[in-house]
């Protein structure tokens, strides 16, 4: 599988953005799609994860409440809203897809840069 991550920008402090990853190539219903996000000098955050047959869906505590991950099924697309953005949510956001049954990333989308100015 094939992804696509695009919808990163530069806001505000308190400004929402939604990303978007769309699937393409071999998709399966048996997939987890990810969000991740790496900022410069820290390691890479795990923020979400949406189970793509059940719809189930983690968050990581760093964002709990602020972010929301869905998919689209229609449109092969996992869309991560993030609300009252902070400075430090600047990052680069990566989605990933997994199959259900393992636990290795193995597909990744190119990134998309959010800034949050304060």
């Known amino acids: 599988v094939q992804l696509q991550a695009s919808g990163g920008g530069l806001v505000q402090a308190g400004d929402s953005l939604r990303l978007s990853c769309v699937a393409s190539?071999?998709?399966?219903?048996?997939?987890?799609i990810g969000w991740f996000r790496q900022a410069p000098g820290k390691e890479r955050e795990s923020l979400a994860r949406i189970n793509w047959s059940s719809g189930s869906t983690y968050y990581a505590d760093s964002v709990k409440g602020r972010f929301t991950i869905a998919r689209d099924s229609a449109k092969n697309t996992v869309y991560l809203q993030m609300n009252s953005l902070k400075p430090e949510d600047t990052a680069v956001y990566y989605c990933?897809?997994?199959?259900?049954?393992?636990?290795?990333?193995?597909?990744w989308g190119q990134g998309t840069q959010v800034t949050v100015s304060s």
């Open positions: 190539g071999r998709t399966s219903s048996r997939y987890y």
């Open positions: 990933a897809a997994r199959p259900d049954y393992g636990a290795v990333y193995e597909s």
